[in-house]
């Protein structure tokens, strides 16, 4: 709504205007959410005694990492990355009851935000952990089985065994433990199909050897560019109003028909913008559910990953 106000000449000298105008012209202040209780709202949940010390150095490092990083468009520091990161830390926390705390969160922050980070962030990062969480040394974990089933596979594709491949296949597994949508980012040649192709491999082999709790990885591939926005998730016939189903809604459809223990991994191969990826917002957050302008809502299933594999994030909202 708009407020006018008629001067009148004969007011001239006095420029106050009455309390009521005043306060509808008063600017409205942005409400910005206290993170530091929410962290500590949130480890509280999640089993953790010593929450609001926690809570105000995870905050301080985040603001700290926010200021200080380079500007990369794949980075978040906001509440959808700090949700991700309590998360790790209270299945760590369940897992191994026992262990300080701060190795815990020390941890969860440093598996969650290092496979993000590029080269030239990690030794600030590494710093900036270090000062805020003095004497305190995250364990390092042992993938021992899962990193030899990698090996065998990049061996048994006639590929050199770099130690970056190696490693970036197990930031991708840690990854898909705690979120549902992953991200790929890289540029071509960065070895990309290489880290997912050569992990559902390993973990296929896993399963095969009866190694832990891995299972068969089914991967589907789908080229979000590759047809126009319609024949993606489905249009209407404006002549006979009749529905024609989508390649994706199509494809989730099945995938989540499919009671096998097997994994599902949709994997949308092509560049991210906001012509296709508006529409999956509820797929990636925790709703989990596809829904359709027909009214048809598609729940994933706990077996289904999505995965994206990108060149950036530079025009993605």
């Known amino acids: 709504c708009g407020i006018f106000v008629t001067m ?4 001239a000298g006095r420029s106050e205007l ?3 105008l005043k306060a509808l012209l008063r600017p409205m202040s942005m409400m910005v959410p206290d993170i530091s209780l929410i962290m500590e709202i949130m480890l509280f949940s999640e089993g953790f005694t010593t929450s609001k010390v926690l809570s105000k150095k995870t905050t301080t490092l985040y603001h700290l990492m926010m200021q200080q990083l380079s500007k990369q468009d794949h980075y978040d520091f906001g509440l959808r990355s700090v949700k991700s990161v309590l998360n790790a830390a ?3 926390k369940r897992a191994d009851p026992d262990s300080p705390e701060e190795v815990i969160l020390l941890r969860a922050i440093r598996d969650m935000n290092m496979p993000k980070f590029v080269s030239q962030d990690m030794p600030l990062f590494a710093a900036l952990m270090a000062d805020l969480f003095p004497g305190v040394e995250p364990p390092t974990v042992d993938y021992g089985a899962l990193q030899q089933a990698i090996e065998d596979e990049l061996t048994a594709a006639g590929l050199q065994l770099v130690p970056g491949v190696v490693r970036k296949c ?5 990854s898909k433990l705690t979120r549902h949508g992953n991200m790929l980012v890289g540029p071509s040649l ?5 880290t997912w192709t050569i992990l559902s491999k390993a973990m296929g082999r896993l399963n095969k050897d009866g190694v832990g709790e891995f299972q068969t990885v089914r991967p ?8 126009p926005y319609a024949n993606l998730y489905g249009e209407y016939d404006l002549q006979t ?14 995938v989540c028909m499919d009671e096998k223990l097997d994994e599902k991994w949709l994997l949308m191969d092509g560049p991210v913008d906001t012509l296709w990826i508006e529409s999956m917002n509820t797929v990636l957050d925790d709703n989990r559910k596809l829904c359709l302008v027909s009214g048809e809502i598609i729940a994933m299933t706990s077996y ?6 990108v060149e950036d994030l530079a025009v993605a909202s």
Do not use: H
């Open 90 to 92: 209270g299945a760590l």
């Open 190 to 194: 960065g070895g990309k199909s290489t």
């Open 304 to 309: 289904m990953n999505m995965v994206f594999e």
């Open 170 to 174: 197990i930031q991708c597994y840690e």
């Open 220 to 227: 589907i591939v789908i080229n979000p560019k590759a047809i």
């Open 241 to 254: 109003f009749e529905w024609t189903d989508g390649v994706l809604a199509k494809v989730m459809r099945d």
């Open 18 to 20: 009455p309390e009521n």
């Open 8 to 11: 009148n000449p004969g007011y």
